[in-house]
């Protein structure tokens, strides 16, 4: 047997995937994937960025159109609908995370629905999860050939490079698009790929994961109506090895119908945020919180306006190194904010990166007594980093405390508890309640579901602002 080359062998992989080869454990984690980006999608709406794109989006016009979210009697074309849904579920950095580092679900959920909106045959749950797994699964494998991509970025914003790959090929999925024009869809994605890391912590970050989800169902219409690229998109150096200098591909195992297939997502879980930020400011939030309840333990009346001096031992990464943040978009991706904010409330939330809780006095008097070390030991990979803080009062004594994991990450799971409240705070900024159950509902038996598109209808509701002509669904409807 001629051996493929890894192009061809992502190609036929993306064509031959069936829902049987999808496993129970792959199905349970992948739904979780799925509300947890609907719900952080939906709070994202209120987003200043997100109103900008979409002001921007609406001079768009098509015969064909796919629902906005959260925005009643609102329709773009679909590839303008992924983006600007896609822009919303990164907009405040809430999203999950994996490893190797990516955010997975916001390029790849927005487009397929987006695009399974405009189809003329519905397709059902399980369609569905297996064209969102195919596309979570291309951008598992394709960061796997690099040694760099494992660790905190510093060049490229992964989801423009293996997140538009991800939205092609699960769009190309949902098409049932076969290998050859797979590939296409593959090449063509290839050439919209890559943003530069300079732009985190700014309102454009968000439009990255937008332009992801627009460029891979871009790439997988454009495959359809023939338009070709590079056969070999995949192998070469000058192909998607432009954006890894240690990229060393090979090819995927042979697929068939009946075949066993090893998906990535099997053997590596996702991490699942507790407040809107970077991932890296969990382990600080998280470290700073247990020493905030150790002080508190010993000197229940103390002030923390007597502490002097604040250190952090946490992996040397930049753009996260932020003593003074004057945005929001910074402010989350600040160590120093972060461990301020849970030092003086005990917790992290939604509304820590608010105008009014940045610009408490207390919060800028205590961001100036924090310093970062940089320990050896400490690696820049969300599997391996950790973090230390010191916290030194006016008395002299120091509290201390370590994480090595914190909660949500992917060694330490949300339970599905957490994980289902988490959805209802965020989606009930935008929904009835009755919609978030409705949501809810749908999501959890979504691989026995023979139509899906209550999903993207129970998405396009706003209580602030309803349509004339929407009506309402019952919650298990």
């Known amino acids: 047997m001629i051996r493929k080359g890894v192009t061809e062998s992502f190609g036929a992989a993306v064509s031959c995937l069936n829902t049987s080869h999808l496993t129970d454990e792959v199905i349970r984690r992948s739904k979780r994937m799925i509300l947890d980006t609907l719900g952080v999608g939906l709070l994202g709406t209120s987003t200043p960025v997100f109103n900008t794109v979409l002001q921007c989006s609406q001079r768009q016009q098509a015969l064909e159109n796919s629902k906005v979210w959260g925005r009643p009697g609102l329709s773009l ?55 969102f797994n195919v596309g979570i699964e291309v951008q598992g494998r394709l960061l796997r050939f690099s040694k760099e991509a494992h660790n905190i970025p510093k060049r490229f914003h992964p989801p423009a490079v293996v997140g538009i790959m991800g939205s092609a090929a699960a769009t190309a999925k949902l098409l049932g698009l076969p290998a050859a024009q797979s ?53 070469l150096e000058s192909g998607f090895g432009a954006f890894y200098p240690d990229y060393v591909p090979h090819p995927l195992a042979e697929v068939t119908p009946t075949s066993h297939y ?7 879980n996702i991490a699942q945020k507790r407040f809107p930020a970077h991932l890296g ?21 103390a002030d923390l306006n007597q502490i002097k001096k604040i250190t952090l031992r946490v992996p040397s990464s930049r753009y996260v190194d932020c003593p003074l943040p004057l945005s929001e978009h910074q402010a989350r991706h600040s160590f120093q904010f972060n461990c301020c904010t849970a030092l003086l409330d005990g917790e992290v939330t939604v509304d820590s990166f608010s105008k009014s809780q940045m610009n408490r006095s207390a919060l800028k008097e205590m961001l100036l007594k924090v310093e970062l070390e940089n320990p050896q030991d400490n690696h820049s990979s969300f599997e391996k980093m950790y973090c230390e803080i010191a916290v030194e009062m006016t008395q002299g004594e120091t509290v201390t405390a370590r994480c090595n994991t914190f909660y949500g990450h992917w060694r330490k799971p949300l339970s599905h508890e957490d994980l289902v409240r988490k959805f209802r705070a965020n989606a009930s900024t935008v929904l009835t309640a009755d919609v978030v159950e409705g949501i809810i509902y749908t999501v959890d038996r979504l691989d026995t579901n023979q139509d899906c598109s209550m999903l993207w209808s129970y998405m396009h509701f706003n209580k602030h602002v309803m349509h004339r002509d929407e009506c309402r669904y019952s919650a298990l409807a």
């Open 281 to 301: 400011m969990h382990w600080v939030a998280d470290a700073a919180i247990e020493a905030r309840a150790k002080f508190l333990d010993k000197y229940p009346n």
């Open 262 to 268: 090893n998906w990535v997502l099997e053997d590596q």
């Open 183 to 235: 590939i296409a869809a593959l090449a063509i994605a290839c050439s919209s790929a890559g943003a530069p890391m300079a732009n985190a912590a700014t309102q454009t970050k968000p439009l990255h994961m937008g332009n992801a989800a627009r460029g891979g169902l871009e790439a997988s219409q454009l495959a359809l109506l023939g338009l070709e690229g590079n056969k070999q998109i995949l192998d």
């Open 77 to 131: 074309p679909p590839h303008y609908a992924a983006f600007v849904n896609g822009v919303a579920v990164h907009s405040m950095d809430f999203d999950d995370t994996w490893h190797p580092a990516t955010h997975p679900s916001g390029a790849v959920l927005p487009a397929l629905l987006a695009l399974a909106e405009t189809l003329p045959v519905k397709p059902s749950g399980l369609e569905l999860l297996l064209a």
